[in-house]
């Protein structure tokens, strides 16, 4: 939710930007209609055409949004609101989310905000689900986990070096999402049963 903060003045920017360059073009706000003409021709409302410029830049901000999303949870394994809450989407077994599965969760995610009040479902879903999963992060197999040591890589105990310890975890750091059942504090802060 705070990367919309990282996209409101792409927002504002495209706004501005269109509605100086098309603005000249609309043609009066209400335009009047006269009396001695009742089949003359209306032209449209100028009215008409920002709203229409206001949902169109909501539109291309949203497909920035979601390609945003995709390249910094694909690449780096989270946005920078994430980075900022200290948490981090994985895979079910604790791999990291690849390009299709950044995807998918982040278009889920744009298309249920489209819905408005039906939308509100996908971020609430987690309130409910034994997993703590919303409905994008069905989608996408994945779920998020606090990331208690920033800036590190999770590791998979199959993938686990030199440095591992008995357990299979690859140092005190290394922290594997299966490890936070037994943790006082699951998934996305929650506290365990």
Not at 78 to 96: E, N, S
Not at 101 to 117: E, Y
Request: contains cysteine.
């Amino acid at each position: 939710m705070l990367d919309w903060l990282v996209l409101l003045p792409v927002f504002v920017i495209l706004l501005v930007a269109t509605l100086l360059i098309a603005a000249p073009h609309f043609g009066p706000l209400f335009p009047k209609v006269y009396a001695n003409e009742p089949n003359a021709p209306m032209p449209t409302p100028g009215l008409v055409w920002i709203y229409v410029v206001i949902l169109a830049c909501g539109f291309v901000t949203g497909l920035i949004m979601v390609a945003y999303e995709t390249i910094a949870i694909a690449k780096f394994g989270r946005t920078l609101g994430m980075a900022w809450l200290h948490i981090r989407p994985v895979r079910i077994d604790g791999g990291t989310l690849g390009w299709g599965r950044s995807f998918g969760r982040a278009a889920i995610f744009w298309l249920a905000s489209c819905l408005g009040w039906i939308g509100l479902l996908d971020p609430l879903w987690c309130l409910w689900d034994d997993k703590r999963q919303c409905l994008h992060d069905k989608v996408a197999d994945s779920i998020v986990i606090n990331d208690f040591f920033a800036g590190t890589r999770l590791t998979h105990p199959d993938e686990a070096g030199d440095d591992a310890s008995p357990d299979g975890v690859a140092g005190p750091e290394r922290l594997h999402p299966s490890r936070l059942a037994s943790s006082p504090l699951n998934t996305a802060g929650h506290f365990a049963p």
